[in-house]
């Protein structure tokens, strides 16, 4: 099933958003490593949002809505 760039682009801001609203959970041991994976996802997702930024602006020409 093909997805198009618009419906990723939901999905990514969908987790940014997500991942913005985390609370930390004090005790949790666990926690500092948590948060790190947390903020890489997140560092990759506004990355990749942004590349999806360039692909629709720089690409006038491509098909929409394929995302390979």
Known sequence: MAVTLGDLARRLRELIAALDRRKPRAGNVSEAA??????????KAVNRLAELGDQTTSAPDD???RVS
């Open 34 to 43: 948590i948060a790190q994976d947390a903020a890489v996802l997140r560092e």
């Open 63 to 65: 098909p929409p809505g």
